[in-house]
C-alpha cells in the first residue's frame, strides 16, 4: 500500500513541480534534516530552483511567510497544521510519519499513519523512497535516510521497507552501546541506560558517580 503511494506521490509531484520554483521546510532534528537533505539533493540533479528552511516548530508565523510563488514542501512536520495548509493558494506536499489531525484533498501527504499496514518510518526514509522513485540514481542518498532513522530511534524494528533501504546504503549492523539522548552528560545518559543494563549503574546515581570515578577498576565499567 506504501509503496503504491509512493508512486502516485512522485507521479504528482513531478508534475506539478516542472516549470515551478520550490520551498522546502524541515524540522530541526537530525530526521528533519536529513530529509532536507535527501530531498535537496534530488532537486539539485533535477536542476531545480529551490530554497530551503530548517525550522524547530511549523506555526500560523511561519506558514503565513512561505512565499506565494513556490511549491511548499514540509519535511517531518505539517501533519497536525493540514487545516491552516489548506488555505494556501500554493501546492503543498506533506512527508512526515507524526500523528495525523485530518486529511486534504488540496494536499498530498505522505504519511504512513494513513494506511492500514501503518509501517513505522521515519521521514528521512519517506523522503529517501520518494527520491529513489524519480530516479535510481539516488541509491546514492540512502545513507542519509539510515542516519535520520537512527536519529529517530527506530533501528530497534527493522521492518521490510527499512531492511531495503538499509541495504541500498550498504550499511553494516551491529549492536552495540545506546547512549540516548547523546545530548545528556555522560554521568546522566549511563544512569538512565538500558540497553545494555549494567547492574549497580542503570538507575543508580550513585553507582555511576563510583562507576566514572573508578572508570575501569569499577566492577561493572
Do not use: W
Not at 537530525?30 to 511549523?58: C, N, P, W, Y
Not at 547512549?179 to 543494563?197: G, I, K, V
Request: proline letters at 3%.
Amino acid at each position: 500500500m506504501l509503496e503504491e503511494s509512493v508512486k502516485e506521490f512522485v507521479k504528482k509531484f513531478i508534475t506539478i513541480i516542472k516549470d515551478k520554483k520550490i520551498h522546502i521546510l524541515s524540522h530541526f532534528d537530525t530526521d528533519g534534516i536529513t530529509s532536507a537533505a535527501i530531498m535537496s539533493k534530488t532537486l539539485e540533479r533535477l536542476d531545480k530552483h529551490f530554497s530551503t528552511k530548517i525550522v524547530k516548530q511549523l506555526n500560523d508565523e511561519e506558514i503565513s511567510k512561505f512565499p506565494s510563488d513556490r511549491v511548499i514542501i514540509i519535511l517531518d512536520l505539517g501533519s497536525s497544521h493540514i487545516n491552516q495548509l489548506s488555505s494556501l493558494k500554493n501546492d503543498v506536499f506533506i512527508i512526515d510519519h507524526h500523528e495525523i489531525n485530518s486529511n486534504s484533498k488540496q494536499i498530498l501527504i505522505l504519511n504512513p499513519k494513513l494506511y492500514e499496514d501503518k509501517l513505522d518510518l521515519c521521514s528521512a526514509e519517506l523522503t529517501y523512497l520518494v527520491s529513489k522513485e524519480i530516479s535510481e540514481e539516488n541509491k546514492s542518498l540512502a545513507y542519509l535516510s539510515v542516519i535520520g532513522m537512527v536519529g529517530d530511534t527506530m533501528e530497534k524494528d527493522i521492518n521490510k521497507i527499512r531492511k531495503k533501504i538499509i541495504q541500498d546504503a550498504n550499511v553494516i549492523t551491529k549492536k552495540g552501546f545506546l547512549l540516548y539522548p547523546s545530548t545528556r552528560p555522560l554521568d546522566r545518559a549511563l544512569e538512565f541506560s538500558s540497553r545494555p543494563f549494567i547492574p549497580g549503574v542503570t538507575g543508580n546515581s550513585a553507582g555511576v558517580y563510583e562507576c566514572v570515578r573508578l572508570q575501569s577498576r569499577a566492577p561493572n565499567c
